[in-house]
């Protein structure tokens, strides 16, 4: 808490959103304020002054993350996005009340529908919003569907006829097979375009329909097609009214002059903050700022796919014809790159630039953290080395069932979780040493191989024990011919076990114990982790995965046909051969496991 509080002094007297987080790295709750120094502040009080559910928490609060913005009125529009995408647990009243619904198109269906929702739960379907009059998003959406004919209905499934929405043509009625997979989807492409806002090109596109239905004489379709038209002018005129300037554009600020070198970029859609991506970028040369910030742009866009027409930047990249081409080719349209020299846009980027010098700050002042207490670490350790990379390591069974080994990883003194590995123990399942000892050792076997999940090896190794622990870890790395330092930490007094044995008992609040404290948590909290998953797993192993044969696609089917092993135990064999997929010989195979009682009868 000491730590927070000292962070408060650096804090801007600016308006914006803040984040609390939990020691887990959660958002436990996010905040808007119109000075935000003053509000952080009024947090880290005596906690006799707060009230009794602040006080709680704010006990919980391990780290916390602040965005600056141009106005109050952009804190509360961010803040509730931001809600919306973190969920946060103290929240939860205030995302209830205020979350502005989407709408959404179902697009990994064959047949999409669409329909509002307040929450974005998958990665597949498309999102459009948030909108902030929600009866003016149902009216919308009624109005899309007489242009853009899709389903509307929760289920798709196998009508005689169709329902009312396909006599009003407001649906394709795939239900009924009146209309292809291909006619569908150019429906659904349609309406994606025009959400995406290119209104104009759908507009030319339903007039050469209508012409060509005029042409054709099929003048009840072409009435149609003017209808629609009318409609999409109505929405257009709406939209003017609802969102002054519906902004769609990515702000990108790279800053790459000195480091550490940053990468920002803040997603505006619909004229709303929807998203803010910070990547900290470490380059393994001294490249010129303009390729690194040619190269972040390449690198985010090829893993990022909501890609808008236009991209805000503070540095215009030297390659910038080259990258447009680059644009073009992924998208299969023209995207703007620019750096606004005034107005409105130029603001906007300011307020990104902003945010970018101040996470700078605090990632250099983080950085002077760590790596002092690195630093106490060697010194209390006495290593030849300051440990950039601490390797800890914690066995986890219960009653020597399921036993398991973490490793984690701290780098430059974080948590490091993509080198994060674990390992389920097959020789020693009921001896902590041993374990350990088998852990240690399929590591560094695998690193000898050349594995880069396993590289590089550590500078320290840390492990979760007492003195017979440390001394099982040293033996096999011995005999492995590894000359890495080890110590161990134990839980009840806290003590430290050198490498030579010797016990190291360091004042509570020395950086370099917290620092290997954080790590043996870690390690312990991964091993237990693991070991739930292996006994989850365990107890939910159904019969059918023993038999030869059945394989977890034939599993699928047979529970999908009969509901349960029950249910599948109570079918004759013939009604198990009649699954399509199945076949006579596995149908035998299944009957005689489930019905051992019947053999040789």
């Not at 025009?194 to 290119?198: L, N, Y």
């Not at 339903?206 to 329909?209: A, D, I, N, V």
């Not at 379709?221 to 009318?230: F, G, S, T």
């Not at 852990?439 to 590591?443: E, S, T």
């Given at each position: 808490?000491?730590?927070?509080?000292?962070r408060?002094?650096?804090i801007p007297c600016?308006?914006?959103?803040y984040l609390?987080?939990?020691?887990d790295?959660?958002v436990i709750?996010?905040?808007?304020?119109?000075?935000?120094?003053?509000?952080l502040r009024?947090?880290?009080?005596?906690?006799?002054r707060?009230?009794p559910?602040?006080?709680?928490?704010?006990?919980r609060v391990a780290?916390?993350?602040?965005?600056?913005t141009?106005?109050?009125?952009?804190a509360?529009?961010?803040?509730?996005n931001?809600?919306?995408?973190?969920?946060p647990?103290?929240?939860?009243?205030?995302?209830d009340?205020k979350?502005?619904p989407?709408l959404?198109?179902t697009?990994?269906e064959?047949?999409?529908?669409?329909?509002?929702?307040?929450?974005?739960?998958?990665?597949v379907?498309?999102?459009f919003g948030p909108?902030t009059?929600a009866?003016?998003?149902k009216?919308?959406v009624?109005?899309?569907?007489?242009?853009f004919?899709?389903?509307?209905?929760?289920?798709?499934?196998?009508?005689?006829?169709?329902c009312l929405n396909?006599?009003?043509?407001k649906?394709?009625?795939?239900?009924?097979?009146?209309v292809t997979v291909?006619?569908?989807q150019?429906c659904v492409?349609?309406l994606?375009r025009?959400?995406?806002?290119?209104h104009a090109?759908?507009?030319?596109q339903?007039?050469?329909?209508m012409?060509a239905?005029?042409a054709?004489?099929?003048?009840e379709?072409?009435?149609?097609?003017?209808?629609?038209?009318?409609s999409i002018?109505?929405?257009?005129?709406r939209?003017?009214?609802s969102f002054d300037k519906?902004?769609?554009?990515?702000v990108?600020?790279t800053v790459?002059d000195?480091k550490?070198y940053?990468?920002l970029?803040f997603k505006?859609?619909s004229g709303r903050?929807?998203g803010?991506?910070?990547?900290?970028?470490?380059?393994?040369?001294?490249e010129?700022?303009e390729e690194?910030s040619?190269?972040?742009?390449?690198q985010?866009y090829?893993?990022?796919h909501?890609?808008?027409d236009?991209i805000?930047m503070?540095m215009v990249?030297?390659?910038?014809?080259l990258?447009?081409?680059w644009f073009?080719e992924?998208?299969?349209?023209?995207?703007?790159?620019h750096?606004?020299?005034?107005?409105?846009?130029?603001a906007?980027l300011?307020m990104?630039?902003?945010?970018?010098r101040?996470l700078?700050?605090?990632k250099?002042?983080a950085?002077?953290?760590?790596?002092g207490?690195?630093?106490q670490l060697?010194?209390?350790?006495?290593?030849?080395?300051?440990?950039?990379?601490?390797?800890?390591?914690?066995?986890?069974?219960?009653?020597g069932e399921?036993?398991v080994?973490s490793?984690?990883v701290?780098?430059a003194?974080?948590p490091?979780?993509?080198n994060y590995?674990?390992?389920?123990?097959?020789?020693?399942?009921?001896?902590?040493?041993?374990?350990l000892?088998e852990?240690?050792?399929?590591?560094f076997t695998?690193?000898g191989?050349?594995?880069?999940?396993?590289?590089?090896e550590?500078?320290?190794?840390?492990?979760?024990?007492?003195?017979?622990?440390?001394?099982?870890?040293?033996?096999?790395?011995k005999n492995l011919?590894?000359?890495?330092?080890a110590?161990a930490?134990?839980?009840?007094?806290e003590?430290i076990f050198r490498s030579d044995g010797?016990?190291?008992k360091?004042?509570r609040?020395?950086?370099?114990l917290?620092?290997l404290?954080r790590?043996?948590?870690?390690a312990?909290r991964?091993?237990?982790?693991?070991?739930?998953?292996?006994r989850?797993k365990k107890l939910?192993?159904?019969?059918?995965?023993?038999?030869k044969?059945?394989?977890a696609?034939?599993k699928k089917?047979?529970?999908?046909?009969f509901?349960?092993?029950?249910a599948l135990s109570?079918?004759?064999q013939e009604?198990?051969a009649?699954?399509?997929?199945?076949g006579?010989?596995a149908?035998?195979?299944v009957y005689?496991?489930?019905?051992?009682?019947?053999e040789g009868?």
């Open positions: 808490m000491e730590k927070l509080k000292e408060l002094k650096d600016k308006p914006g959103v609390f987080k939990h020691g790295g959660r709750y996010v905040g808007k304020a119109k000075i935000l120094r003053n509000r009024s947090y880290f009080q005596p906690p006799h707060l009230d559910k602040v006080r709680a928490m704010v006990s780290d916390f993350d602040y965005i600056v141009g106005s109050e009125v952009e509360l529009i961010l803040e509730n931001l809600i919306k995408s973190y969920h647990r103290y929240n939860i009243f205030m995302r009340d979350t502005y989407y959404k198109i697009t990994a064959p047949y999409p529908r669409v329909c509002i929702t307040r929450e974005k739960k998958d990665g379907s498309r999102y909108y009059d009866a003016a998003l009216e919308t009624k109005l899309l569907t007489g242009i004919p899709l389903r509307t209905c929760k289920t798709l499934k196998k009508q005689p006829r169709p396909r006599d009003l043509e649906c394709l009625a795939p239900c009924s097979s009146g291909e006619e569908y150019q492409a349609g994606i025009f959400m995406e806002g290119h090109e759908v507009i030319q339903k007039e050469r329909e012409q239905a005029a054709a004489l099929e003048f379709k072409a009435a149609r097609l003017r209808d629609q038209i009318q002018h109505s929405l257009d005129a939209q003017k009214v519906p902004y769609h554009l990515d990108v600020v790459v000195e550490p940053l990468g970029v505006i859609r903050i929807v803010k991506d910070t990547y900290w970028l470490h380059p393994a040369m001294d010129p700022g690194l040619s190269f972040f742009l390449r985010y090829s893993e990022n909501d890609i808008p236009e805000v503070n990249p030297a390659d910038l014809i990258l447009q081409d073009k992924l998208t299969g349209r023209k995207t703007s790159l750096r606004p020299q005034r107005g409105e846009k130029k906007l300011d990104v630039q902003e945010n970018a101040l700078r700050e605090e250099q002042q950085e002077e953290h760590y790596q207490a690195l630093q060697s010194r209390d350790l006495e290593l030849e080395v300051v440990p950039q990379r601490i390797e800890g390591y914690d066995v986890s069974h219960l009653g399921e036993t080994a490793m984690v701290f780098t003194g974080r490091d979780k993509k590995r674990r390992f389920k123990i097959k020789m020693a399942q009921n001896n902590d040493y041993a374990s000892a852990a240690l050792k399929r590591r695998e690193a191989q050349g594995n880069p999940a396993f590289l590089p550590p500078d320290l190794i840390m492990i979760d024990g007492g003195l017979g622990q440390l001394h099982a870890a040293q033996e096999i790395l011919e590894i000359d890495v330092p110590v930490l134990a839980k009840r007094e003590t010797r016990p190291l360091l004042p609040r020395n950086q370099g917290m620092t404290q790590l043996r948590d870690e312990h991964f091993a237990i982790e693991y070991n739930r998953l292996r989850g939910t192993k159904s019969i059918l995965d023993d038999i044969g059945i394989g696609r034939r089917l047979l529970l999908e046909s509901g349960s092993v029950a109570r079918a004759s009604e198990i009649s699954v399509k997929g199945i006579r010989s149908a035998q195979a005689r496991v489930l019905h051992p009682q019947d009868s």
